[in-house]
Structures are given as C-alpha cells and as structure tokens.
C-alpha cells in the first residue's frame, strides 16, 4: 500500500478498540504490516491515535495538555526585520527568554511616549470583571491601541510574529512603570474560566493564549519576573522579553504559568506587555 494512504474507518477503529484493551503500540503496527500496510502510514495512525488518547483522557481528568508551542523553534526567531535570539527555553510549560527584540532607542522612545499619560495598574475582579486598585499591583501604566501610530504599527507586526500571531488578536501594547518598592504579586494572565468577572472579557476575543513581557530599561536592583511554582526568575535587561503561553485548543489554562513582578530594590523598571487572544480582538 502507499505510504501516504488514508487509513480506512475500519482500521482506526480497530486501532482505537485495540488502545482500550492495552495493546502494545509496535504489535499494532506488526499488524498492520502484515495486512499490506506501509510502515510510515501504520505508525503514524497507531501512535497518532495513541497521542490522543492520551491528550483525551488527561483533559478528561483536568490535567493541562501540552501541545506543539506557539512560539517558533529554533534559536534565532526571525520577526519583521529584526533576529530574536533565543537565551533560554524551557518546554511545560512554554517559557522563553528572547534577546534584542527592542534596540535601546525604541526602548527610551516607548518609555519618553507613555511617561506623560500614566495612571494607577488595576487588576480584573474576579466576580464583577471590573478594574480594580490592589495592594499587590502597584505599579502605574498605559497603552497604546494597535496600530496606533506609524512606530507602534511596526513594534506591533514584530511582536506578533515573535509571538506566531495575528496581529489583530493582540491587545493593545501596555506600557508599566515600577517605582522603587513597586511590585506585582503572583497571578496568571489569562482569565479563570470558573470566576463570573471572566465572562465580559472572555467575550472580547475568547481566552488569552500568551503573554510577552519586555523589558524596557536595566533596573539596579530586583524587578526581575519570578514564576513560583516552577523556582524560575528571569533578572530585567533592556530589549530582552520573557515570553509564555497558558492556552491550548482544549481551552485549557495551565496553572503552572502563575507569575509575578519582584519588587523593584533600587531604581525603576519600565515593562511593555502584549497578550495575545484566541480570535481577534475586540475593545
């Protein structure tokens, strides 16, 4: 038979019916063999299928599955007009540290833009879904809508192809400033879907999917971005962003993403955020 042969009804089923009872995956393939089947296509549907199953079952028990990541491989990402290197990957969930995404000028241009139009961060509440002032965000920011002028249009085609996007599912780019003592305490980005205030915003373009954090100015001391459950911190430097990504076709949300800003030691810290949505964005 063909190598690339379309595997009949009958036989995925005796493939799946053989996945329930237990059945070694390379006996399956034997079989398979043995009935006229190429190696490649009797391979690809028993441990396609045995993928899953899997994936199935670990949904099924509220387990996050990991899948192929967004973000592209390899160690130099190639976004616009501009090569993102890769410093540090890490798999599940999927983190990356990417160097000279931003040259210093387009750092100190976003900086000398939002300084005039800051205002307190607020954060979603949980029930209501409003905008709320907390004493674990506190930090001041703005943002700037896509496309917003010739500048950010540019800074906004090279994120989404760093971040593998559309760039109409990103919202606007958001620019923060911490103040010595500023901080964020650990949260996810993405919206519960169990807490009712998530509701209004899921609506606006489905669940966030990523998140790209972009450092804006080399802080003297603290400020770096700590992932908790994982033991991970990632230390500012101007140009470089910390990249993950929460959401996978399942709709699922990966607990393991809870993150924060430390507080700031010495100086400031200037961050730009992008997150990215499962359909295009709607404000």
Known sequence: MNAHMQVPEEWRNWIAHNLERGCDLEMLVADMLRAGFDAGAARNAVFGMADQSVAA???ANGTY???TPRLPAGNVIHAQERDVRVVL???RPTIAFVDNLLDADECDELVRMSAHKLVRSTIVDRERGSAEVTTGRTSEGTYFELNADAFIAR????????MNAPI???EGLQILHYRTGDEYAPHYDYFPPEDAGSRAHIAQGGQRVASLIIYLNDVEDGGATVFPKLGLRIGPKKGAAVYFEYCNSLDQVDPQTLHGGLPVLKGEKWIATKWVRQRRYVA
């Not at 800074?155 to 760093?162: F, K, P």
């Open 65 to 67: 599955v990991y899948e």
């Open 155 to 162: 800074l906004d085609r090279r994120i989404a192809a760093l």
């Open 168 to 170: 109409e599912n990103g």
């Open 57 to 59: 079952a670990a949904a």
């Open 89 to 91: 990957r890490i798999d």
